[in-house]
């Protein structure tokens, strides 16, 4: 089984500053991605980054970027020039590929408060 | 393209009464899977089904059942809710198993 850690409960930063969310799991598994989800307060999941455990690249997607360290299971979210539509709770979630369909592991998340 | 839907939004239960989610999603998707989320916890999962008359369980299955007789559909009972079950319930579908769209959760008190 795996097992996804955040070790960040709560968070806050002002507005247009860059914040690091932190992630590490545990696998025995080769195969498999990774993924950062937003939750707001209407308690919509928002998928907000994903990245394959095969590319080396670190995944992008305007604002948000992740820091992918597949040797030190290390999965860490990046977000700059932070907005205060960025509050929200975020999770870190892990899926296995080989029999993968059964579900998500999610990490219990991150509070990411943005002051003005 | 509603994409996933939950009904109801919210339902407060009396302990022992029993209650069915409902989820349907107009993607066309294959799989589909019931998670809860609890205070300070990230989802964990329920029941899945990677087809049309196929379910298993999850991680925390016990005193809910499942039903998918058709494709679009995910049904999750509980037969006599109990206060351990309050929780906010999220359903999700996917085609390929691992990028998953969720619906908007279900709120349910057991009292």
């Known amino acids: 089984a795996q097992t996804v850690t955040q070790s960040q409960p709560e968070m806050s930063v002002q507005e247009a500053e860059t914040v690091t969310l932190s992630c590490t799991y545990d696998?025995?598994?080769?195969?498999?991605?990774l993924f950062w989800y937003k939750q707001p307060p209407s308690r919509q999941m928002i998928l907000v980054i994903r990245?394959?455990?095969?590319?080396?690249q670190n995944a992008t997607e305007n604002r948000f970027s992740v820091n992918f360290q597949k040797a030190a299971k290390s999965f860490s979210l990046k977000i700059s020039d932070s907005q205060l539509g960025d509050t929200a709770m975020y999770f870190c979630a892990f899926f296995r590929v080989v029999g993968g369909a059964d579900g998500l592991t999610f990490g219990k998340g991150t509070h990411l408060i943005i002051q003005p | 393209n509603a994409g996933v839907t939950q009904t109801p939004k919210f339902r407060v239960l009396k302990t022992g009464q029993s209650m069915t989610l409902l989820c349907a999603q107009d993607?066309?998707?294959?799989?589909m899977y019931w998670y809860r989320q609890d205070p300070g916890m990230g989802l964990r999962l329920i029941h899945y089904?990677?087809?049309?008359?196929?379910?298993a369980k999850g991680e925390v299955p016990d005193g809910y059942n499942v039903s998918r007789l058709k494709k679009q559909n995910f049904l999750l009972g509980l037969e006599s809710a109990a206060p351990s079950q309050t929780s906010v319930y999220f359903c999700?579908?996917?085609?390929?198993?691992?990028?998953?769209?969720f619906g908007p959760g279900t709120r349910l008190t057991v009292t």
């Open positions: 990245q394959e455990a095969y590319k080396q």
């Open positions: 696998t025995s598994e080769s195969n498999y991605y």
């Open positions: 089904s990677v087809g049309e008359g196929t379910t």
């Open positions: 999700a579908s996917s085609h390929l198993s691992y990028e998953q769209y």
């Open positions: 993607m066309n998707h294959e799989y």
